[in-house]
């Protein structure tokens, strides 16, 4: 698992296994809202429906600052 961030647009990456491939990431669950109404989570997932990793907007209000720090920078 690798945790990246960029710091630019505010949204992170959580990468489940390997490095997901151009075009592998072909269904999307979008826009979960976090209990604090404001961070969101798309969930990327394969052809068959297994879990590839999933997107973090807004993750500096829903992310502790030392897993953003820990983050590798995008």
């Not at 490095?19 to 404001?38: C, K, L, W």
């Not at 297994?50 to 820990?70: M, N, P, T």
Request: proline content about 4%; overall charge negative; cysteine-free.
């Amino acid at each position: 698992m690798r945790i990246s961030y960029d710091e630019e647009v505010d949204a992170a990456y959580v990468t489940l296994g390997s490095p997901i491939r151009d075009g592998e990431a072909e269904h999307q669950v979008g826009f979960i809202e976090t209990p604090n109404g404001v961070t969101q989570v798309i969930i990327d997932a394969d052809k068959d429906g297994y879990l590839l990793g999933f997107e973090i907007l807004f993750a500096s209000e829903g992310l502790r600052k030392e897993v953003l720090d820990a983050a590798d920078p995008l």
